[in-house]
Each structure stands twice: as structure tokens, then as C-alpha cells.
């Protein structure tokens, strides 16, 4: 019951945007697409995939002050753009001063700040943290709408979908993957509800996922990824510029690690976090498929 409340709360939310954005453009008298959004400010990675996708180069980003972030696929489409600092806690005062007339915001994330967020311009609440990668795409088509550029974002996901089909015809599936990230915090597995699990299973690949668990990210111990036992272990590695975390490199000393498939097989491969994690969208996803076709899960011709 609590999560279809937080679901309806999302889609009012989503809808009354929609409806604010429509009213705006009535009550100055303009029509057309002169009345659509122009300056957009993104608070997630996954709306700037969107919002790039649908043509649209945003005026404010918020890129954790770190721009190297960005998918260099979506950097090659931006055109000039302001930092507004970071995801968690975006600088509101650089972001009124761009003068938006939209901003996209997560639903976790910026739900204390929403109002905020709506004095300064019409505000469109989804979910990106933790968000599934189908809903994520779904959420792609609302952002399209909001822009007015629903035809083009529809062709953008109609062709990704062809290209993830291409994709999974060209990976062979007969064992199982898990992609954690790693930090001086540990290690934390992606479950079932997270994007880049998402995109596995719609690559039509095995996952070996934390029993029981439905949360997007999981931490985990050595015995519990022992557990788990996949034959592939995929790493994002957020300290890999300052020569990476450690908590691998004790693991492999433990006596267990050994006995672990993913070590018996040597399957064990450092991907980048940001388009495995962070950007959660359709350059993300491809880049993803791109990332195990140059592994031996490719099929051989």
C-alpha cells in the first residue's frame, strides 16, 4: 500500500508539472513551441541522458562538480553549461540565477528542496536513484513530453531498443554476472531493482543477485559474495584515480577468494562506475552492452 501511495504521489506530481508547464505557456499568450522549455536545469545524470537525447543541451548541470562524469557520448552533444554542483545538495542559488524555465529534479534526492526548486521554475519530480532501468526509459518519454519533443524521443528509444536487441543476439548467456561498485565504504552489489541489472536482463543475461534482497544496492561481506558465487564479477571502482580501493585487493588474500568461480574462471573486470551507475539511461545502457561484447561473453562468429 505505501509503495503504490509513494507511486500515485510520483505520477500527480509528474502530471501536475505537465499541466503547470501547458498553463504557463497559455496564460503568456504564446503558442507553438515558442512556449516549451528552452533553459533546462538537470539535478541527475539519467535526466541529462534524457534531456540530451530529446536534442536538448541543458543550461545547468548538476555534475557533482566533477564534469569528467559525463558519458563522453553526452559531453559530445553539450553545448556551454553551469555547473549547479552537487546531486545530493544542488546549489540553489546558481540555479535561479540561470533563469530555468525547467527544472528536473529526483524524486529521493530533492523532495526536502521541491518547493524551493518550484519558486524558482516549474519543476518535474521523478525517480532516479535506485530507479529500474524500464522505468527509467518510461520516465525518458515523460521528459520528451515536458520538452514538446515527443516524437523525437520516441524514435530515440524505439532505435535504442533495436540496438539492444542487436546487442543480445551478439552475448551468449550460460553464466551467471554481478556488478557491484566499490569504495573506501566497501562493497555494495546492485540488486534486482538497480539500472545496471536492468540492462543485463534486457540483454537477456543470468544475474546472481543477494537472496532475498529487493533493494537496488546491497552491501555485502566476502562470505555473502561468496554466496552469491557468479562467474563474472563486473567493478566500478569510484577510487580507481587514487589507485583504487582496497577491500579487493584484501579479499584475494582471504583463503576463501580461491574457491570464489569468478576467481577459478579469472572473470573479474573493472568497468567504469559512471556508465554502469551513474548514468542510468539510454547512453548508459548502450555503453554497457558495448563494455561486454569485448569480453568473451561475446559469441564467436
Not at 6 to 13: D, E, F, N, T
Given at each position: 500500500?505505501?509503495?503504490?501511495?509513494?507511486?500515485?504521489?510520483?505520477?500527480?506530481?509528474?502530471?501536475?508539472?505537465?499541466?503547470?508547464?501547458?498553463?504557463?505557456?497559455?496564460?503568456?499568450?504564446?503558442?507553438?513551441?515558442?512556449?516549451?522549455?528552452?533553459?533546462?536545469?538537470?539535478?541527475?545524470y539519467s535526466f541529462l541522458d534524457a534531456v540530451v537525447a530529446a536534442g536538448v543541451s541543458p543550461v545547468g548541470i548538476a555534475d557533482d562538480k566533477k564534469p569528467g562524469r559525463i558519458l563522453p557520448a553526452i559531453r559530445r552533444q553539450l553545448g556551454d553549461y553551469q555547473s549547479v554542483g552537487l546531486r545530493g545538495q544542488?546549489?540553489?542559488?546558481?540555479?535561479?540565477?540561470?533563469?530555468?524555465?525547467?527544472?528536473?529534479?529526483?524524486?529521493?534526492?530533492?523532495?526536502?528542496?521541491?518547493?524551493?526548486?518550484?519558486?524558482?521554475?516549474?519543476?518535474?519530480?521523478?525517480?532516479?536513484?535506485?530507479?529500474?532501468?524500464q522505468a527509467l526509459l518510461d520516465d525518458a518519454r515523460v521528459i520528451g513530453k515536458a520538452l514538446g519533443r515527443t516524437a523525437q524521443m520516441d524514435a530515440q528509444l524505439a532505435a535504442h531498443q533495436q540496438r539492444m536487441s542487436q546487442f543480445a543476439t551478439r552475448l551468449r548467456s550460460d553464466e551467471q554476472l554481478l556488478f557491484a561498485v566499490v569504495s573506501a565504504r566497501?562493497?555494495?552489489?546492485?540488486?534486482?531493482?538497480?539500472?545496471?541489472?536492468?540492462?543485463?536482463?534486457?540483454?537477456?543475461?543470468?544475474?546472481?543477485?543477494?537472496?532475498?534482497?529487493?533493494?537496488?544496492?546491497?552491501?555485502?561481506?566476502?562470505?555473502?559474495?561468496?554466496?552469491?558465487?557468479?562467474?563474472?564479477?563486473?567493478?566500478?571502482?569510484?577510487?580507481?584515480?587514487?589507485?583504487?580501493?582496497?577491500i579487493l585487493r584484501r579479499w584475494q588474500q582471504h583463503p576463501l577468494w580461491p574457491f570464489l568461480k569468478l576467481s577459478r574462471k579469472q572473470q573479474l573486470l573493472n568497468v567504469d562506475p559512471n556508465s554502469w551507475s551513474l548514468a542510468r539511461g539510454i547512453y548508459g545502457a548502450e555503453q554497457i552492452a558495448q563494455d561486454l561484447l569485448a569480453t568473451s561473453l561475446a559469441r564467436s562468429n
Open positions: 500500500m505505501q509503495g503504490g501511495l509513494k507511486q500515485g504521489l510520483r505520477v500527480s506530481r509528474v502530471v501536475a508539472c505537465l499541466l503547470l508547464l501547458w498553463v504557463a505557456g497559455a496564460n503568456i499568450g504564446v503558442a507553438g513551441p515558442t512556449a516549451l522549455p528552452q533553459r533546462v536545469v538537470v539535478l541527475e544542488p546549489d540553489l542559488e546558481t540555479i535561479a540565477s540561470l533563469k530555468p524555465d525547467l527544472i528536473i529534479a529526483d524524486t529521493r534526492r530533492h523532495q526536502g528542496i521541491y518547493t524551493a526548486l518550484q519558486n524558482i521554475a516549474p519543476t518535474l519530480l521523478l525517480l532516479s536513484y535506485g530507479a529500474e532501468y566497501g562493497m555494495a552489489v546492485h540488486g534486482r531493482p538497480a539500472f545496471a541489472s536492468g540492462v543485463l536482463h534486457r540483454l537477456g543475461l543470468s544475474i546472481a543477485l543477494p537472496a532475498g534482497s529487493q533493494q537496488p544496492y546491497v552491501r555485502v561481506s566476502l562470505e555473502q559474495l561468496a554466496a552469491m558465487n557468479p562467474d563474472w564479477l563486473f567493478i566500478g571502482d569510484y577510487n580507481a584515480a587514487q589507485g583504487g580501493a582496497d
